[in-house]
């Protein structure tokens, strides 16, 4: 990138971005006696992160995934058993843990892939359900009690700390990291394929794509994901069993992107952003009072969303007012400032 | 990279709504303040109708503490933490309890995989938690500090079947020697196979048939067959309510009539077993926590009634029984500070009755947190005079059956399945 092209406008947007990188990078700072509130930051990067990894599939490439709590399950599992049974480095397990995850993936579905249509939606599910029937019933794996990792003094490089701040900031870069692999992916010869093949297989094949390799590859890119996240919240919490991978967990990491906006890289941040917090918020005030309620709400708003903005919320502010405003009279962006 | 900005002010916002959601900053103790106990159950989703039950005898046991005077003159609080069941919301619920609400105490949870989480981030905070109602074993291994079991856990349960069946069979003078399981694939059914491998030969008996089925299964003939074919002279068992209604109607459509069945309670002490199996599950035995029947408890039983409407159930007897050991452990600390609190815990010896207050109620006389060892694996802070009782189905009704000296009822036996 030249330096020259960089316009009052881009400057601008530059400086508002950094400052956000310094809000995120500074809040365990402001907030390091609200381990709470930090708990839900961690929240949203990880449930974010797995909604990045749906929507690779989901929004990007039009294959309808109900499935990813259980790459997200194998992932934590696999990621424990190095750690418990073999003694592994944690981080070293979470990078097998990914490549065993994304092999098995790709292998598994690389015949589901001959199939159009929704098929691989079903699949997925049935995918999920083996898999957490196969865990339950393994012993090795501790069967349906599942797996604890050990406690023991902080470090990092047993991927163990007492505070929420290492957390956070292993979350905040694995959610930076992979947003900006979305974005890389979306841009590149790879994201204009899965897109074609999203709108119309038949002309992808004709202009000489080849949609099976080229969802396989996304496919095993997105359980790669899954799975990392699913060592980190083995390594979070210290504690999985198979109810990890329950067919409606995945339900949970669909909604941010759907809410967001499935069609833009950014749509699954910002839906997990709102949507945790609202389901956190929620809770914390109307739980207590009227048990059940705050799952009520929870189903009106996704209802409201998806019935007066079914593009999600980033379709609905990229052409609003809103963002006219900010553009023009908050970053002052000029006619020459046309992104490409 | 645009949409960035819509990022930050979701961040913004969403940032804003967390704060305002909670800043709930404990005040200076001046003597009056309430103590803050949080009660974390599933109080919405599937799980809901048991959280209902434990909140029951908790608001029970709070409203008698604080009608007398409260813990040395501060009233006990509770504040609801809604686990919908989910380790996540779990662990998020108890670190809001504790950091924002600012609770001196944590009574729960129901499921153990959320009661092991919730325990590590009360061992963070050192925060005692008491739990009254999860019984799988393992959650006592880890030797956290401050977290201690009131309940029995699966292998006292699994203990106190088999000593049941040594018990009935002496005084019959028949001895039980061929045992028949019959449990599902989940965790808990999982706990009862592997308990029953432990006691069965301790006991002097055999397990002939080991028969697991996957929860929510829409057929049991063929292990209801597999049991018949074994002719054990008892069968344990242990399903949700589902199953549990299915397994009886697929033993009554088969004829077939096991002398004696008695079940880890779970869906066979669920409310609505017995409507659903009218007359045929006549004789099905089961452990309780405790029943209205048993010679303990009666008065707060019927005080109880008039307040809810229904009996007390195990669960709603075990909660309020924890609420008056968390009392206990707050008066006898005198303070609400953390640790002073679990130390007062690890030394309290209840021997019949709570300083003044009502007696234990359950069908144990004695609570004391210690270290036990279960076939080999050491437990820690674990009630080491937990027990349960055993009722069986009379005329479509639980009667406590055992331990003997507690129950007025005589076992049907064999049973009568009509």
């Known amino acids: 990138m030249k330096v020259s092209k960089l316009t009052p406008y881009k400057i601008r947007k530059r400086i508002a971005i950094a400052l956000l990188l310094v809000l995120l990078i500074a809040l365990p700072l402001m907030l390091s006696n609200k381990p709470y509130i930090m708990n839900v930051f961690i929240l949203i990067f990880y449930t974010s992160t797995m909604s990045m990894a749906w929507n690779l599939l989901g929004g990007m490439t039009g294959q309808n995934s109900l499935g990813h709590a259980a790459y997200m399950g194998l992932g934590a599992y696999v990621a424990a058993l190095f750690v418990t049974k073999a003694g592994m480095n944690p981080w070293l397990s979470m990078l097998l843990s990914m490549l065993i995850v994304g092999g098995l993936a790709g292998v598994i579905f690389y015949p589901c892939f001959l199939l159009k249509g929704p098929y691989f939606t079903l699949v997925s599910i049935a995918f999920g359900e083996t898999i957490r029937q196969f865990v339950i019933n393994w012993d090795f794996a501790g069967k349906a009690t599942g797996i604890s990792l050990p406690f023991g003094a902080e470090s990092f490089a047993e991927f163990r700390f007492m505070g929420k701040a290492p957390y956070y900031y292993i979350g905040l870069a694995m959610i930076i990291g992979v947003y900006l692999v979305m974005r890389k992916i979306s841009r590149s010869k790879f994201g204009f394929a899965l897109r074609t093949i999203r709108e119309d297989e038949d002309v992808a094949s004709a202009i000489g794509i080849k949609p099976m390799r080229y969802k396989v590859y996304a496919l095993i890119v997105s359980s790669m994901i899954a799975a990392m996240v699913g060592s980190f919240y083995a390594y979070y919490n210290r504690y999985i069993d198979p109810d990890l991978m329950l067919q409606s967990y995945s339900v949970e990491f669909v909604l941010p992107a759907i809410v967001g906006g499935a069609a833009f890289v950014e749509g699954p941040l910002v839906g997990g952003a709102i949507l945790i917090t609202l389901s956190e918020f929620l809770r914390n005030e109307f739980g207590a009072i009227l048990p059940g309620i705050n799952l009520i709400l929870y189903a009106v708003v996704l209802l409201v969303v998806i019935r007066f903005r079914p593009v999600g919320l980033l379709g609905w502010f990229s052409t609003s007012k809103l963002k006219n405003f900010l553009e023009t009279k908050v970053l002052k962006k000029s006619e020459a400032d046309e992104e490409i | 990279m645009r949409k960035l900005l819509s990022i930050a002010l979701v961040a913004i916002i969403a940032s804003a709504m967390v704060f305002a959601g909670g800043s709930a900053e404990s005040k200076a103790e001046d003597g009056t303040e309430p103590i803050k106990i949080g009660a974390m159950y599933a109080l919405s989703g599937t799980n809901a109708a048991i959280g209902t039950n434990i909140m029951r005898g908790v608001d029970f046991a709070v409203e008698m503490i604080n009608e007398q005077g409260g813990v040395n003159g501060r009233p006990i609080e509770i504040v609801r ?338």
């Open chain 2, 81 to 418: 933490g809604d686990t919908q069941g989910d380790p996540k919301v779990g662990r998020s619920v108890a670190e809001r309890l504790i950091t924002q609400d600012g609770v001196h105490a944590i009574l729960g949870c129901h499921q153990s995989t959320i009661t092991q989480i919730v325990a590590q981030v009360c061992e963070q905070y050192q925060i005692p938690e008491l739990t009254a109602i999860s019984t799988v074993d393992n959650l006592s291994t880890f030797g956290f500090k401050y977290f201690f079991r009131m309940c029995p856990m699966n292998s006292i349960y699994v203990e106190n079947q088999f000593m049941y069946l040594e018990d009935l069979g002496n005084e019959r003078g028949t001895p039980i020697k061929r045992i028949a399981i019959f449990a599902d694939n989940s965790n808990i059914g999982q706990e009862l196979i592997r308990c029953a491998h432990i006691f069965a030969p301790k006991y002097g008996m055999e397990i002939v048939a080991e028969v697991q089925y996957s929860s929510g299964a829409t057929d049991l003939t063929s292990e209801v067959l597999s049991i018949k074919a074994a002719n054990p002279d008892a069968v344990l068992c242990e399903s949700y309510i589902n199953d549990a209604i299915l397994f009886t109607k697929t033993l009554a459509e088969q004829g077939y009539q096991p002398p004696i069945v008695v079940a880890k309670a779970n869906g066979f002490a669920d409310p609505s077993y017995i409507p659903a199996t009218p007359g045929i599950s006549n004789g099905i035995a089961s452990v309780v926590e405790w029943n209205p029947d048993l010679t303990k408890g009666q008065e707060i039983n019927a005080a109880f009634k008039e307040k809810y409407g229904v009996d007390m159930n195990g669960h709603s007897a075990e909660s309020f029984t924890a609420i008056w050991i968390l009392k206990t452990a707050f008066e006898q600390a005198g303070t609400t500070d953390g640790p002073a609190v679990r130390d007062a815990l690890a030394a309290m010896d209840i021997q019949g009755s709570f300083p003044n207050g009502p007696e234990i109620i359950l069908p144990y006389d004695r609570i004391k947190f210690g270290d036990m060892e279960v076939d080999g694996t050491s437990h820690s802070q674990n009630n080491l005079y937990a027990s349960v009782a055993i009722a069986q189905i009379q005329n479509g009704e639980y009667k406590t059956v055992w331990p003997f000296e507690v129950s007025s009822t005589e076992v049907q036996y064999p049973a009568e399945y009509k």
